[in-house]
């Protein structure tokens, strides 16, 4: 929905805040609404019924979305296909299109390396304290938070670096501001992996966050280049990729062993850091 411009800053700060809204999702429900709810009915049906009230507001996002936003920085794809300045394509046949390029599925992976990561973190975290440092679940689920938190400011920042890199050094910018950003979290996460310290662990934890959604943040300022007539499949495709990322990244726990599991995805996530070299954008799409 946004010009190139801007596009890198524009999509991060939406999606960190998405991500963001779920942590506070849970919150309100579980503390705020959750008790108002269980006032009047069993703490079963509560907790069922205070899921209308995301969904309601969902609902409601939803149409505020349809009534008042344009489709893309040109305007509504209707009134575009009318003028002859779109062309009118399946969706079977776009989202072929996106499947086929190349450029899709290496994003693919890089996404799984980097959402992939934060949502593996969004589970492990809490219990890697617990069972490291011998924390309360209260304790270690307030450090664990501190992760989810950077949405606050890392992922936009990411989309604006993307943005800025691009202005001043071209596309090569935003290539090279994924690079860097998948390679220093490979790094950070190798480093957490060993560090045995909990302070340490913790300044660790934290900026492991900020290069993690900063990668998700440069990733999705290049989406958008790769072929526009097909951007909502290939948003659809290398999104996907974080859960594949997750799934994936959650087997190498399976042991129990920590330090095995996050070498893995520092690993993982230094070697997606160099597909950003393979990566082919059409220079007309560029400019």
Request: charged share 10%; proline share 2%.
């Amino acid at each position: 929905m946004f010009a190139k411009d801007i596009v890198g800053s524009a999509n991060a700060i939406v999606a960190g805040w998405g991500n963001l809204g779920g942590g506070i999702t849970q919150v309100i429900m579980g503390s705020v609404l959750f008790p108002l709810f269980k006032t009047g009915m069993s703490p079963e049906m509560a907790w069922r019924t205070v899921c209308i009230v995301p969904a309601l507001l969902g609902f409601v996002v939803g149409v505020l979305c349809i009534l008042y936003s344009d489709d893309c920085p040109k305007g509504n794809y209707s009134e575009l296909k009318k003028r002859g300045e779109m062309v009118n394509v399946s969706a079977s046949s776009t989202f072929r299109l996106a499947a086929l390029d190349l450029n899709t599925w290496l994003l693919f992976v890089q996404y799984a390396c980097c959402f992939g990561v934060e949502l593996t973190m969004n589970n492990a975290a809490s219990l890697y304290f617990i069972d490291t440092f011998e924390m309360t679940t209260e304790k270690a689920g307030a450090i664990a938070s501190l992760f989810g938190w950077m949405n606050l400011f890392a992922r936009g920042l990411g989309g604006y670096f993307s943005d800025l890199a691009n202005e001043r050094m071209g596309f090569k910018g935003r290539i090279f501001g994924q690079t860097i950003c998948l390679f220093c979290q490979g790094a950070m996460v190798i480093a957490f992996a060993f560090t045995k310290n909990l302070g340490l662990s913790i300044f660790v934890l934290v900026i492991f966050s900020c290069f993690v959604q900063a990668a998700e943040g440069t990733t999705f300022a290049i989406v958008p280049y790769v072929n526009p007539p097909c951007t909502g499949a290939i948003v659809g495709i290398v999104g996907a990729g974080g859960n594949v990322g997750a799934v994936a990244f959650g087997l190498a726990f399976l042991d129990g062993t920590y330090t095995r599991g996050y070498t893995i995805m520092g690993a993982a996530a230094i070697a997606s850091s160099f597909l950003s070299g393979l990566l082919r954008i059409d220079g007309d799409i560029i400019r």
